[in-house]
């Protein structure tokens, strides 16, 4: 078993687009479904918050004339639609799941409440946390490291398209070079795009280590909460020079 016993999982909403881009693809949110039951069905306590830029990202919409404000809130609503879809994935593989959102809709989700969202992770719940901070101008990384920080999660585990972090963009530079470990200082000094600043900022002061990962790789949530082993990089207040 490895040394994480509850995390926080952090996806893109284009994860859930899967090869179509936009709205949500039945493949690739059935897939992640499994992934997610492959280790709570072991024990592992499971918290998620997903993004919603497959169906709308505010800072775009500012683009077509669209206020900044509204924008974020719209995209807010958005996390909340792909929320509720994955929590049905999950109810399909009879996984129970509670959508909590820092923009409550009483019909369909309850606030985010630390002292309900821990219960219900200790009842064996995953916990999908929607809304962002429920505030604009707060990115869904933000948020990610703020509900982290308030269910005293042990890391977060950041699923992206490449498989951790590199000097530069790999899918743009062949020369690039991938980290195994970083401290939160190096990652900022290196100007490495890995959270945003106060992501960064809230996980260095909780001490709470991001594992940025390739989302797609069949099983690699199960290698990597049950399993113990080591994928993608690491990022923490220490980084290990053993």
Same mark, same amino acid.
């Given at each position: 078993?490895?040394?994480?016993?509850?995390?926080?999982? @952090?996806?893109?909403?284009?994860?859930? %687009?899967?090869?179509? @881009?936009? =709205?949500?693809?039945?493949?690739?949110?059935?897939?992640?479904?499994?992934? *997610?039951?492959?280790?709570?069905?072991?024990?592992?306590?499971?918290? *998620?918050?997903?993004?919603?830029?497959?169906?709308?990202?505010?800072?775009?919409?500012?683009?077509?004339? #669209?206020?900044?404000?509204?924008?974020?809130?719209?995209?807010?609503?958005?996390? #909340?639609? +792909?929320?509720?879809?994955?929590?049905?994935?999950? %109810?399909?593989? =009879? !996984?129970?799941? /509670?959508?909590?959102?820092? *923009?409550?809709?009483?019909?369909?989700?309850?606030?985010?409440?630390?002292?309900?969202?821990?219960?219900?992770?200790?009842?064996?719940?995953?916990?999908?946390?929607?809304?962002?901070?429920?505030?604009?101008?707060? /990115?869904? $990384?933000?948020?990610?490291?703020?509900?982290?920080?308030?269910? @005293?999660?042990?890391? !977060?585990?950041?699923?992206?398209?490449? $498989? =951790?972090?590199?000097?530069? $963009?790999?899918?743009?530079?062949?020369?690039?070079?991938?980290?195994?470990?970083?401290?939160?200082?190096? %990652?900022?000094?290196?100007?490495?795009?890995?959270?945003?600043?106060?992501?960064?900022? #809230?996980?260095?002061? +909780? +001490?709470?280590?991001?594992?940025?990962?390739?989302?797609?790789?069949?099983? !690699?949530?199960?290698?990597?909460?049950?399993?113990?082993?080591?994928?993608? /990089?690491?990022?923490?207040? &220490? &980084?290990?020079?053993?």
């Amino acid at each position: 078993m490895g040394t994480y016993k509850r995390v926080l999982l @952090k996806l893109s909403g284009e994860s859930l %687009a899967g090869t179509s @881009k936009l =709205g949500i693809e039945s493949a690739s949110l059935e897939s992640y479904a499994k992934e *997610i039951q492959s280790v709570v069905e072991k024990g592992i306590q499971t918290a *998620i918050v997903l993004g919603g830029g497959n169906i709308f990202r505010g800072i775009q919409g500012s683009k077509t004339g #669209i206020d900044r404000v509204q924008g974020d809130y719209m995209g807010m609503l958005a996390t #909340i639609i +792909n929320s509720m879809a994955l929590q049905s994935a999950l %109810a399909n593989l =009879g !996984i129970p799941a /509670t959508v909590l959102s820092g *923009i409550p809709i009483d019909t369909l989700c309850a606030k985010m409440n630390r002292r309900a969202a821990i219960q219900l992770l200790e009842e064996g719940q995953v916990v999908i946390i929607a809304g962002g901070t429920g505030n604009p101008f707060f /990115t869904t $990384d933000s948020s990610a490291a703020l509900r982290a920080a308030e269910i @005293k999660a042990d890391a !977060i585990l950041k699923g992206t398209r490449v $498989d =951790g972090v590199y000097s530069a $963009d790999p899918e743009k530079d062949p020369g690039a070079v991938k980290y195994d470990r970083l401290s939160f200082e190096e %990652a900022y000094e290196k100007n490495l795009k890995v959270m945003d600043l106060t992501a960064f900022t #809230i996980c260095r002061e +909780n +001490n709470i280590p991001v594992i940025v990962f390739d989302v797609n790789e069949p099983g !690699i949530l199960y290698d990597l909460l049950v399993n113990g082993k080591p994928h993608g /990089t690491i990022v923490s207040n &220490r &980084r290990d020079r053993a």
